[in-house]
């Protein structure tokens, strides 16, 4: 399993450098970093609204899913330095093998979005064919991008429009 993995690769890593697998830090870190994991990969928590999961699933397609990719870049803040960095490393490495073949696609021939307000934002296009690599993350740096448009030019209605249509579709 991946994220079992990934997690025995951090603790590996805190123990090579001097953290006893007996000191609470070792165990309050490698909980939050497979929080970290679980919300990266879908596993959002969902608290008080766990079951009302049926439910919410019928309205936003994979509630939990959505809650998770809102959830996991709040781990670039955490305040453990430990789960901080190794968070950084994971988000900056996704964000460089998705750049990377984009580049790599758009040398190919392909026709690669690069406009933050187009829905092909950061997708590759090949004929008829869109592929997105961000995995539910496009969408989030897509909003961002249009929010800070509207607030940068002071248009508020735009601000709530971007904002509104992000809810709505999902």
Known sequence: DLRSGTSNAF???MIRHGVSPHDPAFVRDLDAYGNFL???TGRGNIGQFESSLPLLNTVFYSARR???LVQSPGYLFHSSSRVRAEVWKDFLSFF?????TLAVASLAGAEVGIDPTDADFGKIQVGNTRVDLWGGYQQMARVTAQIADGALK???EEVFDAAFRFLRNK
Do not use: I
Not at 96 to 100: I, L, P, Q, S, V
């Open 66 to 68: 959505n809650v998770g």
């Open 38 to 40: 679980n919300r990266a």
């Open 11 to 13: 603790a590996r890593s």
């Open 96 to 100: 460089d093998m998705g750049m990377g």
């Open 154 to 156: 002071g248009d508020e």
